[in-house]
């Protein structure tokens, strides 16, 4: 088979799939309660894809040259009977399967993920003062209880672990240190992100980034760092090793290094629309080609041909005027 690339030459490595745009956080920075409150429009099951669609569509995509999924949200772990998906997911060869989650659910259900045939996780944590991280989630959820839900992941063996922190100029910029101090040497990663402009409604200002390079200057003051190769095309993060052996670190910095140039990923949201950029605006609907009966070679057909003129690069582009152009929210696309 021809290798598939987008205009830009870039191949389609990886697959983030969006199971539910529901979620039990109300973080500021995704989801503000003002927007996503009691009456908000959240999909109606049937409008979501079906295990069986996501596994097929999955799969399609695995025959174009996808490696890795990424199941997220909203929260994923809201989705019932998430485990059985993850087996089927599981059954695609040549497919790393790992999942974003917030770890409020995670404490129990650890194992049974591990269980399920899900290779790695990732638990998005923003700070480890209690107070902070309670008025950052928004629905006041206790910080211990994320950090059970790590323990129980690196105790089931979803290793490497790692650990998302959005930092937000302002908010949680002082639990980068402690984060950092308390995670060296446990084997977790933790991968810092500079907070985005996704969506419309968190009312993204530059002035709210931190970014990545002041973060690593922080931590490298402390703890001593250098920077590790990319090992692969498309890495997202930025890489760094203590250099007393203690581990790595990782710096997402999509608003002041943007890396669309690599960018190697689709998203699939929870109601089967296609997006072939996080910032993208409308999404290419497989579920009416899923659901008017396409064959297996019509899908990944469909696919490939929406893939080919892919010229995304919005990050590259990205000014402080196009922050209040429409996107889709991060908690329908899942980042
Ligand atoms: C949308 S969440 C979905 C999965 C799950 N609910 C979670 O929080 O891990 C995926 C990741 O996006 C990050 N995120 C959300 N809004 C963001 C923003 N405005 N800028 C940067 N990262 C963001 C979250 O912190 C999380 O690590
Ligand atoms: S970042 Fe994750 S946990 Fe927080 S509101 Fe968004 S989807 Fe929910």
Redesign the pocket.
């Known amino acids: 088979m021809e290798r598939l690339v987008d205009r830009l030459g870039r191949p389609i490595r990886d697959l983030r799939i969006s199971v539910t745009d529901r979620?039990n956080?109300r973080?500021v920075?995704?989801m503000p309660k003002e927007v996503f409150g009691r009456d908000y429009p959240f999909l109606p099951r049937a409008e979501l894809l079906t295990f069986e669609e996501i596994e097929r569509v999955a799969r399609t995509f695995a025959g174009l040259g996808v490696e890795k999924i990424r199941i997220?949200?909203?929260?994923?772990l809201l989705r019932r009977d998430l485990e059985t998906l993850l087996e089927m997911l599981a059954a695609i060869p040549g497919v790393d399967l790992t999942l974003?989650?917030?770890g409020a659910l995670l404490a129990r259900k650890a194992q049974a993920l591990k269980d399920a045939g899900l290779d790695r996780i990732?638990?998005?944590l923003?700070s480890l003062d209690d107070e902070t991280f309670r008025a950052m989630n928004d629905v006041d959820f206790p910080v211990e209880r994320v950090l059970a839900g790590i323990d129980a992941a690196l105790a089931a063996g979803l290793a490497p672990v790692k650990v998302?922190v959005?930092v937000k100029r302002g908010v949680n910029e002082d639990a980068i240190l402690p984060m950092a101090r308390a995670f060296r040497g446990t084997g977790v990663v933790l991968r810092f992100?500079?907070?985005?402009?996704?969506g419309h409604t968190?009312g993204?200002r530059l002035d709210d980034v931190v970014p990545a390079r002041e973060i690593v200057a922080a931590i490298d003051a402390e703890h001593p760092l250098e920077p590790v190769e990319a090992q692969y095309r498309g890495e997202v993060a930025n890489r760094w090793r203590y250099r007393d052996g203690s581990g790595e670190i990782g710096v997402i910095a999509s608003v002041t290094q943007p890396f669309c140039g690599d960018c190697t990923r689709a998203r699939l949201s929870a109601e089967g629309k296609l997006h072939t950029c996080l910032f993208a605006t409308t999404g290419h609907d497989l579920r009416a080609l899923v659901r008017g009966g396409v064959s297996d070679a019509q899908l990944a057909e469909a696919i490939a041909g929406i893939w080919a003129v892919r010229d995304d690069r919005y990050s590259e582009l990205r000014t402080a005027e196009t922050a209040d152009l429409p996107k889709v929210e991060?908690?329908y696309i899942?980042?």
Not at 72 to 76: A, F, K, L, R
Not at 193 to 198: G, H, K, L, N, Q
């Open positions: 979620c956080f973080c920075y995704c997220t949200g909203g929260e994923p974003t989650t917030n990732t638990v998005s923003d998302n959005v992100i500079e907070y985005m402009d996704v968190n993204w991060m908690s899942g980042g």
